[in-house]
């Protein structure tokens, strides 16, 4: 495959970037687009010129680095993947192809294709886990019953890498599918009740601190979350902060 | 409570609230204005009892304009603050691949919807604002004091092709909004949980058959007077 690659180039986070073409003629369809990345990286450094800077991490689409904007969506064509399940197959021969980073202002540019999301971090940090002595007198996981409901859901909130796909899909720059999961895997089960109304409220809070913006239910970021987070979290989040300020007001 | 009023949640709740306002306060317009197909007499005694009613005139109609301004001023805050969360804008972004046209363009079917309620209140309440309190005349009769003239204003405005042609536009792009909007209210307040998809079945009814029935009113008039 012959193609053509549009590619954002930004020496660091100050430096103004700008979108810079490329010309692969050999691509195999076969090829993962990070492994396409690659061939490209290697092309650059024969010629000596600055490789593009992406992150990229697993590659079996569990770790959630690949912030890539591909031909004007999260993670590019197909649902539920990340870049490294996006193969080249999904492209023509004779295609351009635009590769942008994550457009946020809570996810500043550090170079090239990569951001920064420690508001990410930041926002789990601020109430995202249960305070719970684990050295050594854990009880038994099933000292307490939960319902196959409440476990699978919780399951499906957790299963969210944190990736950043909902953010950069959202027209908003919304957080809250992200927020929302988190929320929600402590949520349902009753070990997180017990902190459940400080979670949401500082979690929002931080949410709301970082700059990102405000949810209007376009639905984008459910349509583009690699791990098929549902909206349903965020209803949920919704939810859980009325509860708690009526808790505590 | 105030804060959780400040938090991004708080003000969709708060944009949700007045949504819910609005979207009863449609159900009661069409039916007010449905019966003028069916009675001329009964539509006159409705329009006589909600434009002389103290409750409906002094306590509900203010509501119902802060109601509208309230909704309006805070969607264009948060347009504003949303835009503002990103900086830089994607030099291609596929928005119809994940999301529809009502959804991320709420602002602009809002805006149309906005421009002719500015119409609409030029064509009714001014003018009955005027009547009933600047000139006094609160009895509701024609000139000639031979019945109410709430009927013969209504064909009256329905005569003119554009006045119609401007109607049916900005109830179409009303039905846009809706269409979105109505599933994302209860979105919003957390209903949607479990519920998602009756929500939006009855917000895909609602959408479609309220701005229609306005329409039809519309048509009627014009074309059978």
New interface residues.
């Given amino acids: 495959m012959k193609l053509t690659l549009k590619i954002w180039r930004q020496k660091d986070a100050k430096a103004k970037g700008k979108m810079v073409a490329y010309q692969l003629d050999d691509v195999s369809p076969d090829m993962s687009f990070l492994e396409m990345l690659d061939v490209l990286n290697q092309d650059l450094i024969d010629k000596d010129e600055e490789p593009i800077a992406f992150d990229h991490d697993c590659r079996e689409g569990i770790c959630g680095m690949c912030s890539m904007f591909i031909n004007g969506r999260a993670h590019g064509p197909d649902r539920e993947i990340t870049v490294c399940q996006l193969h080249m197959r999904s492209f023509k021969d004779g295609d351009t192809i635009t590769i942008e980073p994550w457009r946020a202002k809570a996810f500043p540019i550090i170079k090239d294709l990569i951001v920064d999301r420690s508001s990410f971090d930041r926002i789990q940090q601020a109430g995202g886990f249960i305070s719970v002595n684990t050295s050594g007198n854990t009880q038994d996981a099933n000292n307490i019953p939960i319902s196959k409901y409440a476990a699978d859901t919780a399951m499906d909130a957790a299963t969210c890498i944190g990736c950043g796909a909902c953010v950069a899909s959202c027209k908003n720059s919304s957080a809250m599918l992200f927020v929302g999961a988190k929320v929600s895997q402590y949520a349902l089960l009753p070990q997180g009740r017990v902190e459940a109304v400080d979670r949401v409220k500082n979690m929002v809070a931080q949410m709301d601190l970082e700059g990102f913006g405000n949810c209007t239910n376009t639905g984008a970021c459910e349509v583009e979350c690699p791990k098929g987070i549902s909206l349903e979290n965020i209803a949920r989040m919704n939810r859980e902060l009325v509860k708690a300020n009526l808790i505590k007001f | ?1 105030s ?2 009023f400040n ?7 708060a944009m949700a609230l007045s949504a819910f306002f609005l979207i009863i306060f449609l159900i009661i317009h069409l039916s007010v204005n449905l019966t003028s197909v069916f009675s001329k007499d009964v539509f006159n005694e409705f329009s006589h009892f909600m434009g002389t009613n103290p409750l409906i005139q002094f306590a509900m109609q203010p509501v119902l304009i802060f109601g509208v301004v309230f909704h309006f001023v805070m969607g264009f805050i ?1 347009e504003l ?15 119809s ?4 046209w009502m ?2 363009n ?1 602002l602009l079917s809002g805006g149309v919807v906005l421009a002719f309620l500015v119409l609409h209140f030029i064509d009714f309440w001014i003018p009955e604002m005027n009547v009933k309190y600047l000139q006094g005349d609160m009895s509701g009769l024609l000139s000639d004091g031979e019945g109410y003239r709430y009927y013969e204003e209504l064909v009256h405005k329905f005569e003119s092709p554009l006045r119609v042609g401007a109607y049916v536009i900005a109830f179409v792009l009303l039905a846009l909004h809706l269409l ?1 909007g109505f ?2 209210a209860f ?8 519920r ?1 998809k009756t929500v939006q079945n009855i917000g895909k009814a609602y959408s479609i058959l309220i701005p229609l029935g306005f329409i039809v009113v519309a048509l009627f008039h014009h074309f059978n007077h």
Avoid: D, E, P
Avoid at chain 2, 7 to 13: D, F, L, P, V
């Fill in positions: 409570m804060g959780f938090s991004s949640i708080g003000r969709k709740y948060l603050k949303n835009r503002s969360a990103r900086a830089v804008k994607y030099v291609k972004n596929t928005g691949a994940n999301s529809t959804s991320r709420m979105h599933t994302s979105q919003s307040i957390g209903a949607t949980m479990g998602r």
